[in-house]
């Protein structure tokens, strides 16, 4: 697979073209020694965003348990699924298709897994257009540019956080909500990127308002940073070069002066709990052709404006 630009978006990678389906792998491990040595392979072609694991349940072979495991290795879901294989298998997510087409080149036939070859294939998952618009979480967010920017390559600000009150959007009493705008700022490209959260936390008297209200402001600051990071595209040349930009297209939903319509508000929610971490649904289909890896890149190319395109030759003149 040959892909000369790649953009990466700060959105969960749903693409089946970053994402293999390892099957046949030897019952030999352990969830955590298997989740182990996965990530020791696959993390050398690019970052991963995550590692499914599915162990079949030894008292029923057709009823498989699947563990999820985040970059860091720290358990996310357990959930049961119908299914027929009789041994591990997993799926290896990346956030760029070209790691993931060079793992699948370079280990295909040659990953040997306590004797056993195993099987590796580009997934095939049904998914949504919900799906494909999840903003990442912001552990990932950081993850995502740290690794292509540097630690140093950006940097965030918070422009604005006060208090919000509005029962058009379910702000009522008893409840805390704070309206948060960062500014996300790419080192030494003269780049910037802001976003905006809300969050409403309920709370039942006086001391759990205090708490309500940290919590509120806490939140609000996380999704604005995921909001402003979901309109960055990194752009990653196939020579390992990266650049970036900003996708102006998006919608913005928030002003200057800080007077923005409710109805563009970017998240409002109503929990007593922090979010869960993600989960996903696990399909076990035969894996697709060749055929959507072109029209991701045609998409990918479709994306990219006349100007951008103009901007990225001159950028990459720079290097040459």
């Not at 760029?96 to 990953?111: H, N, P």
């Not at 956080?161 to 790419?186: H, L, Q, W």
């Amino acid at each position: 697979m040959d892909i000369g630009v790649e953009l990466i978006e700060f959105l969960r990678p749903t693409e089946n073209v970053k994402n293999l389906y390892v099957t046949r792998i030897p019952e030999l491990y352990t969830e955590e020694e298997l989740y182990e040595k996965l990530y020791k392979v696959f993390s050398k072609y690019g970052l991963l965003y995550e590692i499914q694991l599915i162990e079949p349940n030894v008292s029923n072979r057709n009823k498989n348990v699947h563990t999820s495991f985040n970059r860091s290795g720290a358990l996310l879901t357990n959930s049961t699924d119908e299914s027929t294989p009789s041994s591990f298998y997993a799926f290896v997510k990346y956030f760029a298709a070209r790691a993931a087409a060079k793992a699948k080149y370079d280990l295909t036939g040659k990953l040997v897994l306590k004797g056993q070859i195993p099987r590796i294939q580009f997934a095939k998952r049904k998914k949504t257009t919900e799906d494909a618009s999840q903003c990442l979480r912001l552990q990932h967010c950081q993850e995502l540019a740290n690794y292509y920017l540097g630690f140093n390559g950006w940097s965030s600000t918070v422009i604005s956080i006060k208090p919000y009150d509005d029962e058009s959007i379910g702000v009522t009493e008893n409840k805390a909500c704070f309206v948060c705008i960062v500014r996300v700022d790419i080192v030494n490209q003269g780049l910037t990127s802001e976003g905006m959260g809300v969050w409403t936390e309920a709370y039942h008297d006086p001391v759990s308002k205090l708490e309500a209200a940290c919590k509120s402001k806490k939140f609000a600051q996380k999704r604005a940073m995921e909001d402003a990071f979901s309109r960055i595209i990194l752009i990653v040349l196939e020579n390992g070069k990266v650049s970036a930009e900003v996708n102006t297209t998006a919608v913005t939903p928030w002003q200057a002066d800080i007077g923005f319509d409710v109805d563009k508000l970017l998240k409002v929610n109503d929990v007593d709990e922090p979010p869960a971490a993600d989960s996903d649904d696990y399909d076990v289909d035969i894996p697709e052709t060749t055929a959507e890896l072109d029209r991701y890149e045609r998409r990918n190319l479709i994306t990219a404006t006349r100007g951008f395109l103009t901007s990225l030759l001159a950028w990459q003149a720079v290097f040459d």
